[in-house]
């Protein structure tokens, strides 16, 4: 006999019953069919087409009989529920996931469970962190990558980082127009995190107007990769041959550039921004060693 956990007062079922919908999405096990042939999981498989590091998502080749129609637009204060087939985890639209955030339910739900409405709605899929939402999830299955504009930004639009090998747009600049709509979370997900690879964009900050075109997200780039050095979230820096022959270092952690401490990757990111031309220091069993880097 199946197991059903409900997380709504006994009360209020009558008004949440999930067991219609229990039975759309029961055969769902440990991933969930988006297309013909490409299922999506958290489940780490053996083979798969696409992973994403942040959300922990993957793709995979999967011959499905059936599919799961995903909608959007859900609002927020709508009973939901995490199905699969071992359970409903019943609750309300408690928070919608910003950028690449999950989104949440009142309720924690289980790792690949379809999140549903009352109406048997799919609305996304059920992760560690919450659940990502059916945008996310058709984008990533189409594409495999996010969309990237040369730049980091924070809830409030404002520029963190840049890459000025890829944009002139400054730290400190704040985003207020992307493609004529005012500048949101919902907006920038929209156009640039969800944005094809070259497809052309503006973008107007509080200092100007720029035109860029998407370029595919890559986790842990740094504007030093344009010199075909490689850095890590630990700031270990891996040097091209040419560099490593002129300089007898293959490797080393950063810690300065432009004689600036660097103490973190987003420090890193933030030093990077403002010029081509940057010299960076590496230490490498205590030895420091500057390399100037010209463009």
């Not at 859900?74 to 309300?92: E, Y």
């Not at 709605?121 to 504009?149: Q, T």
């Not at 156009?191 to 964009?201: C, D, F, P, R, T």
């Amino acid at each position: 006999m199946k197991k059903f956990i409900f997380f709504i007062p006994f009360f209020l079922y009558a008004l949440a019953d999930f067991s219609i919908c229990y039975k759309k999405y029961s055969f769902i096990q440990n991933s969930i069919p988006v297309t013909k042939n490409k299922s999506v999981t958290f489940s780490k498989p053996s083979n798969y087409l696409y992973y994403d590091p942040f959300t922990g998502l993957y793709v995979i080749n999967h011959k499905n009989l059936k599919t799961v129609k995903f909608f959007r637009n859900a609002k927020l204060g709508w009973w939901m529920a995490g199905i699969k087939q071992n359970g409903i985890f019943g609750g309300t639209y408690a928070s919608e996931g910003e950028f690449l955030n999950f989104s949440k339910l009142s309720v924690k739900v289980p790792e690949n469970s379809v999140i549903s409405d009352i109406f048997c709605r799919a609305y996304g899929i059920g992760g560690e962190k919450g659940f990502l939402d059916s945008r996310k999830i058709i984008h990533f299955v189409k594409y495999g990558y996010w969309g990237d504009i040369g730049i980091g930004v924070d809830e409030n639009l404002k520029v963190l980082y840049s890459d000025p090998f890829y944009t002139d747009i400054k730290p400190g600049e704040k985003i207020l127009f992307i493609n004529s709509k005012k500048a949101t979370p919902e907006v920038y997900t929209s156009y640039v995190l969800l944005g094809k690879n070259s497809q052309k964009i503006s973008v107007i900050t509080n200092k100007g107007k720029y035109f860029l075109k998407i370029r595919k997200l890559k986790y842990f780039y740094t504007p030093l990769e344009h010199y075909g050095i490689k850095v890590d979230k630990n700031l270990e820096a891996v040097l091209p041959k040419s560099l490593a022959d002129r300089y007898f270092l293959k490797k080393g952690k950063i810690v300065r550039v432009n004689d600036k401490k660097v103490n973190s990757f987003n420090e890193l990111l933030y030093l990077l921004s403002f010029n081509k031309n940057v010299t960076i220091t590496l230490e490498n069993n205590g030895i420091k060693i500057d390399i100037p880097l010209r463009k």
